[in-house]
């Protein structure tokens, strides 16, 4: 089966810089995306990386390591509204090349 | 507006109960997923449909079908609910596989 793992709660302060990990798991890799969910909401995409290094969006950057199996999702000038979870997902060669997720990440962002 | 539409939006069923989730959406996405998300376990891949006319078994397929009969439909449906079904249902689309856009979801309780 495929596997992956991140921290259960994270916690920063307003204006900090946190990273959330994702290690994996899989039999063959294609691509780690990310996706953020508040409670009660669904889950918005961030971010996707097929190729190893760092793709930056605004305040949020991610990375990726296919020899580690390992990436991360960088979150700088935390803010408030940044509280949420946030989940690492895995395409490869299962269930039609589709995404596998992760347990989440909870953020608790601090005043 | 553009997007994905899950309804109901909350239901109680009894258990032994038939129940069919609705999902539709109108990007005339090739592929659509649903998945169901639990307290600490994530999002979990329940069915997939790559392309319409097409379906496959993810992760958890045991108690669910789907069908595909359109570019636009992908029903879920429970032939016999049992408590163990109680969760939050998510159906999503994608058309280039990078990033999901999600519905704003079911939440099923199975008593």
């Known amino acids: 089966g495929q596997s992956l793992e991140q921290p259960s709660e994270v916690t920063a302060v307003e204006g900090a810089i946190v990273q959330i990990n994702c290690t994996y798991q899989t039999s063959g890799f294609y691509g780690l995306s990310w996706y953020q969910q508040h409670d009660g909401g669904a889950p918005t995409f961030l971010s996707y990386n097929a190729l190893d290094g760092l793709e930056e969006t605004g305040r949020f950057s991610s990375f990726l390591s296919r020899s580690d199996s390992y990436g991360y999702l960088l979150l700088q000038e935390l803010q408030m509204k940044d509280s949420a979870s946030y989940f690492c997902?895995?395409?490869?060669?299962?269930?039609?090349?589709?995404?596998?997720f992760g347990p989440g990440t909870r953020l608790s962002v601090l005043p | 507006i553009a997007g994905i539409t899950q309804a109901p939006t909350s239901q109680i069923l009894a258990a032994g109960r038939r129940m069919t989730l609705r999902c539709t959406q109108d990007m005339r996405h090739n592929a659509m997923y649903w998945y169901r998300q639990d307290l600490g376990l994530g999002l979990r891949l329940i069915h997939y449909s790559n392309t319409a006319g097409t379906t496959g078994k993810g992760e958890v397929p045991d108690g669910y079908s789907v069908s595909r009969a359109n570019t636009d439909d992908f029903p879920l449906t429970l032939a016999s609910a049992v408590p163990s079904q109680t969760s939050v249902y998510f159906c999503?689309?994608?058309?280039?596989?990078?990033?999901?856009?999600f519905g704003s979801g079911t939440r099923l309780t199975v008593v």
């Open positions: 997902a895995v395409r490869g060669p299962f269930y039609g090349q589709n995404f596998v």
């Open positions: 999503a689309s994608s058309d280039k596989g990078r990033g999901y856009t």
